[in-house]
């Protein structure tokens, strides 16, 4: 059996450290970072259901909950355990952290590898030729 890693993903974004109230989670759910149209949530795209339903669970609710339950299962956890949670549910054995988006926004490598207990390296992106 070789020694190479199993799973790795070359191009993770860091998870955020402090508490998003809905407005703010809803616009870290869409890479875009638009708000959902008027009367709409991004909760109800196939995004916010995946979210609904995949995550859920590791917060200890039922599959696809009602988004303000979701939100506060995450809130009642705090912001390490749930981000420990989801790193390590990934199944990853290291992960690349593009350091380039959102970068005041979101942990460092460091910090990634800490909360996973995984190698958590960085990748930066190329600049514009």
Excluded: K, W
């Amino acid at each position: 059996m070789s020694d190479l890693p199993l799973l790795v993903d070359h191009h993770v974004h860091g998870v955020v450290d402090q508490p998003l109230d809905r407005a703010a989670f809803e616009l870290l759910m869409n890479e875009g970072g638009a708000p959902a149209p008027p009367g709409r949530t991004h909760f109800d795209s196939p995004v916010g259901l995946a979210v609904r339903m995949r995550c859920a669970p590791l917060l200890g609710i039922d599959p696809g909950c009602d988004p303000g339950d979701y939100l506060r299962a995450r809130a009642d956890l705090g912001v390490d355990e749930v981000n420990q949670r989801f790193l390590r549910a990934s199944g990853l054995d290291v992960m690349l952290v593009e350091t380039g988006h959102r970068g005041g926004d979101v942990v460092s490598p460091p910090t990634m590898a800490r909360l996973s207990g995984r190698p958590a390296y960085e990748v930066t992106r190329a600049a514009d030729a």
